[in-house]
């Protein structure tokens, strides 16, 4: 319809209108689109980014439930296999049973899984199991082929065995055979002939595809005769593609006992696991994982990610005084009624259900400690003032959540309150930032990076080698214990003949372990041919090495660490997480913040998170701002804080960028209770 003139109009004013409007209802839908694009900007950017696809929780656009170790698919193998003992079938049998008789007997179960050409298939085991209280027994798994040959570079695992702290319960595998052909699964049980009575016996056996690949989580007491767990969680190195260890204390911290948030260790190899459970690959010698002890376990060389977990600390005025109150400063103690309770999560589709602490690892999917404890101030004897509710949750792929109620019991005057403050080991360096989305917002360095090395004049002889007539790039880079350097500007030599030498001068670099040798083939295409002392200022290539695979880093992270260094703080109000990154292990433990129930709280004004080194402690927390600029605020009896919190473990796919994993996981914190359930 064509719109006429009004009044006083033009045919060209009603264009010039149309125009206008045209372009106003533009500009208006364009303000739409950028504030969708700002409000889903941290979501949006994160998925970008999100270079390890289900790692993040992100599955082609759709949400996916990264912990979850896969759900059983497809058919159950074990209704199409046949326990075999002997030389005849059992084929009625599927939760068969040895008894004793002073002879040795085995029974085992081999379901055809077919052709393995691409790799990508994964497994899960479970069974219920029992084994006798004398003499020998196992149950163990292997790939073979048809004539029951175990696979070349496979192993037989041993799973459980009669020498194992826990006797009975239930086993959680997940595993990707290697063998390609005809692939057989052989659930072998095993009972030694000095075993003079007791029963070996398993049930409830379910072998199922599972949905994706993940190292099942794993749960323990912690030392023998103590009374606290520890779980282990196992994380995929990409650039090095081998897996590495973490593992998270819960033992008395200070005052609060018998329980508390305590330590979490990385490992720089799987080296926990070398000879006590099965590898997911079954490619690794196995030893008989009962002949292991809890403490072998734990003694082993790690990287203290975390020493302290406060939660929360409060300073109150007692009177007279204000006084630090929180597990690591004192003041916080477990409340005997209801006391620690433990609940576990065996990937069965029951959820948590109860659990009582006791020896041996114990494979599930979900971990969960609640523990209650109360404030008490040092003049008011054993009456609290504050009651706290936690409920802890640790997840296989090094997430744990924490659910905290804190219920004031009477009116308290609050200087400062601190949050989910971590403290770390004063001996390791770190790197931290602070951000919000995938933006860095702030960051804090405890030693700097080291420059690459300057490449001199090479130089070439015609004897002594054995390099013929080519034209040869090479790069030099300078190593610490906390990393690599990027390669310094390539240089080329050419050489005549066919028993050369080149020769590649450097110049030396302060703070240097050690220099890394890249090189022979075109510039740009240089792989590592040797790496030599601090001392070395050049190298000789001879042309009887062989050069690796390993390409120049692209990143610096080649560090000096000086432990005295006093940092400044780091301090931003809007930031959402945080992270702290051991340059020489690789790990990096980051926190989520709640906070929008945070600063729903009345008494709230804004949220600091701080990054910082003093005292030789590395710290990361955030600190409560008053409403109204205030230095303290009363809290009448009866308030309740609620706030969900979040850490997280792990090892970044890019040094340089390792903040991502932790930023993506921060990017809807509503979306991540969802992901990371406490139910």
Same mark, same amino acid.
């Given at each position: 319809?064509?719109?006429?003139?009004?009044?006083?109009?033009?045919?060209?004013?009603?264009?010039?209108?149309?125009?206008?409007?045209?372009?106003?209802?533009?500009?208006?839908?364009?303000?739409?689109?950028?504030?969708?694009?700002?409000?889903?900007?941290?979501?949006?950017?994160?998925?970008?980014?999100?270079?390890?696809?289900?790692?993040?929780?992100?599955?082609?656009?759709?949400?996916?439930?990264?912990?979850?170790?896969?759900?059983?698919?497809?058919?159950?193998?074990?209704?199409?296999?046949?326990?075999?003992?002997?030389?005849?079938?059992?084929?009625?049998?599927?939760?068969?049973?040895?008894?004793?008789?002073?002879?040795?007997?085995?029974?085992?179960?081999?379901?055809?899984?077919?052709?393995?050409?691409?790799?990508?298939?994964?497994?899960?085991?479970?069974?219920?199991?029992?084994?006798?209280?004398?003499?020998?027994?196992?149950?163990?798994?292997?790939?073979?082929?048809?004539?029951?040959?175990?696979?070349?570079?496979?192993?037989?695992?041993?799973?459980?065995?009669?020498?194992?702290?826990?006797?009975?319960?239930?086993?959680?595998?997940?595993?990707?055979?290697?063998?390609?052909?005809?692939?057989?699964?052989?659930?072998?049980?095993?009972?030694?002939?000095?075993?003079?009575?007791?029963?070996?016996?398993?049930?409830?056996?379910?072998?199922?595809?599972?949905?994706?690949?993940?190292?099942?989580?794993?749960?323990?007491?912690?030392?023998?005769?103590?009374?606290?767990?520890?779980?282990?969680?196992?994380?995929?190195?990409?650039?090095?593609?081998?897996?590495?260890?973490?593992?998270?204390?819960?033992?008395?911290?200070?005052?609060?006992?018998?329980?508390?948030?305590?330590?979490?260790?990385?490992?720089?190899?799987?080296?926990?696991?070398?000879?006590?459970?099965?590898?997911?690959?079954?490619?690794?010698?196995?030893?008989?994982?009962?002949?292991?002890?809890?403490?072998?376990?734990?003694?082993?060389?790690?990287?203290?990610?975390?020493?302290?977990?406060?939660?929360?600390?409060?300073?109150?005025?007692?009177?007279?005084?204000?006084?630090?109150?929180?597990?690591?400063?004192?003041?916080?103690?477990?409340?005997?009624?209801?006391?620690?309770?433990?609940?576990?999560?065996?990937?069965?589709?029951?959820?948590?259900?109860?659990?009582?602490?006791?020896?041996?690892?114990?494979?599930?999917?979900?971990?969960?400690?609640?523990?209650?404890?109360?404030?008490?101030?040092?003049?008011?004897?054993?009456?609290?003032?504050?009651?706290?509710?936690?409920?802890?949750?640790?997840?296989?792929?090094?997430?744990?959540?924490?659910?905290?109620?804190?219920?004031?019991?009477?009116?308290?005057?609050?200087?400062?309150?601190?949050?989910?403050?971590?403290?770390?080991?004063?001996?390791?360096?770190?790197?931290?930032?602070?951000?919000?989305?995938?933006?860095?917002?702030?960051?804090?360095?405890?030693?700097?990076?080291?420059?690459?090395?300057?490449?001199?004049?090479?130089?070439?002889?015609? $004897? =002594?080698?054995?390099? *013929?007539?080519?034209?040869?790039?090479? /790069? #030099?880079?300078?190593?610490?214990? %906390?990393?690599? +350097? !990027?390669?310094?500007?390539?240089?080329?030599?050419?050489?005549?003949?066919?028993?050369?030498?080149?020769?590649?001068?450097?110049?030396?670099?302060?703070?240097?372990?050690?220099?890394?040798?890249?090189?022979?083939?075109?510039?740009?295409?240089?792989?590592?041919?040797?790496?030599?002392?601090?001392?070395?200022?050049?190298?000789?290539? $001879? =042309?009887?090495?062989? *050069?690796?695979?390993?390409?120049?880093? /692209? #990143?610096?992270?080649?560090?000096? %660490?000086?432990? +005295? !260094?006093?940092?400044?703080?780091?301090?931003?109000?809007?930031?959402?997480?945080?992270?702290?990154?051991?340059?020489?292990?690789?790990?990096?433990?980051?926190?989520?913040?709640?906070?929008?129930?945070?600063?729903?709280?009345?008494?709230?004004?804004?949220?600091?998170?701080?990054?910082?080194?003093?005292?030789?402690?590395?710290?990361?927390?955030?600190?409560?701002?008053?409403?109204?600029?205030?230095?303290?605020?009363?809290?009448?009896?009866?308030?309740?804080?609620?706030? !969900?919190?979040?850490?997280?473990?792990?090892?970044?796919?890019?040094?340089?960028?390792?903040?991502?994993?932790?930023?993506?996981?921060?990017?809807?914190?509503?979306?991540?209770?969802?992901?990371?359930?406490?139910?």
């Amino acid at each position: 319809m064509v719109q006429l003139p009004s009044p006083g109009e033009t045919p060209w004013d009603v264009e010039l209108n149309a125009a206008i409007n045209g372009i106003d209802a533009d500009l208006q839908a364009t303000k739409t689109e950028i504030d969708y694009r700002l409000d889903t900007f941290d979501v949006e950017s994160a998925a970008a980014n999100a270079l390890l696809g289900n790692t993040f929780g992100i599955d082609e656009g759709e949400i996916a439930s990264p912990w979850t170790l896969g759900a059983k698919m497809a058919q159950e193998w074990w209704t199409l296999a046949n326990f075999q003992t002997g030389g005849g079938y059992n084929s009625t049998n599927l939760a068969p049973s040895l008894t004793g008789n002073g002879t040795s007997q085995m029974l085992r179960t081999r379901p055809y899984c077919g052709n393995q050409p691409s790799g990508d298939t994964i497994w899960r085991l479970e069974f219920d199991y029992t084994m006798p209280d004398n003499g020998w027994a196992g149950i163990s798994l292997a790939a073979t082929d048809a004539s029951l040959v175990v696979y070349p570079g496979t192993q037989e695992q041993w799973l459980v065995g009669s020498g194992s702290k826990r006797r009975s319960g239930h086993f959680l595998f997940y595993f990707k055979p290697t063998g390609t052909g005809g692939l057989y699964l052989q659930l072998k049980l095993e009972l030694g002939n000095n075993c003079a009575s007791g029963l070996l016996s398993v049930s409830n056996v379910s072998l199922r595809v599972a949905g994706h690949y993940s190292r099942t989580m794993l749960v323990s007491q912690q030392y023998q005769n103590a009374l606290n767990p520890e779980v282990h969680t196992q994380h995929y190195d990409i650039p090095n593609r081998v897996w590495r260890i973490g593992r998270q204390l819960f033992d008395a911290d200070n005052a609060l006992t018998p329980v508390a948030f305590s330590a979490v260790d990385g490992y720089s190899t799987d080296q926990p696991y070398q000879n006590t459970l099965p590898d997911p690959d079954l490619a690794r010698t196995s030893g008989f994982i009962y002949s292991n002890t809890d403490e072998a376990y734990i003694t082993i060389p790690g990287t203290s990610l975390r020493v302290n977990n406060n939660d929360q600390i409060m300073v109150i005025w007692n009177g007279t005084a204000w006084e630090y109150r929180g597990n690591t400063h004192g003041g916080e103690y477990t409340r005997p009624t209801p006391g620690v309770s433990y609940k576990i999560d065996y990937g069965s589709g029951a959820g948590l259900v109860p659990w009582t602490l006791s020896p041996g690892l114990l494979g599930c999917e979900r971990f969960q400690i609640t523990l209650p404890s109360e404030y008490r101030l040092t003049n008011a004897g054993t009456t609290p003032y504050a009651n706290v509710d936690r409920i802890i949750t640790c997840f296989p792929d090094g997430m744990t959540r924490v659910d905290r109620t804190t219920t004031f019991l009477s009116t308290q005057v609050m200087q400062n309150y601190f949050e989910w403050m971590s403290s770390h080991d004063t001996t390791t360096p770190y790197v931290g930032r602070i951000g919000r989305g995938l933006t860095v917002l702030q960051e804090v360095d405890t030693h700097p990076l080291l420059t690459e090395p300057v490449v001199g004049t090479l130089t070439t002889a015609t $004897t =002594g080698g054995t390099l *013929p007539a080519a034209t040869y790039s090479y /790069r #030099v880079t300078a190593r610490t214990p %906390y990393g690599e +350097t !990027t390669a310094a500007a390539a240089k080329t030599i050419a050489t005549t003949g066919t028993t050369s030498t080149a020769t590649v001068p450097w110049g030396a670099v302060s703070g240097a372990t050690s220099y890394g040798v890249y090189g022979r083939t075109g510039s740009g295409t240089e792989r590592l041919l040797a790496t030599v002392g601090g001392s070395a200022v050049s190298y000789v290539d $001879t =042309g009887s090495a062989i *050069p690796s695979i390993q390409e120049p880093p /692209r #990143v610096n992270t080649a560090r000096l %660490y000086n432990g +005295t !260094t006093a940092l400044m703080s780091a301090v931003s109000t809007s930031a959402r997480w945080s992270v702290w990154r051991e340059p020489r292990s690789g790990w990096c433990y980051g926190n989520i913040y709640d906070s929008e129930t945070v600063l729903a709280r009345p008494e709230v004004d804004k949220v600091l998170t701080r990054l910082e080194k003093g005292s030789g402690i590395h710290k990361q927390y955030t600190n409560l701002m008053w409403a109204a600029n205030a230095d303290s605020v009363t809290i009448p009896a009866n308030t309740v804080w609620t706030a !969900t919190h979040f850490s997280f473990v792990y090892r970044p796919e890019n040094p340089d960028r390792y903040h991502t994993e932790i930023a993506v996981r921060a990017a809807a914190l509503a979306s991540l209770k969802d992901i990371y359930p406490a139910t």
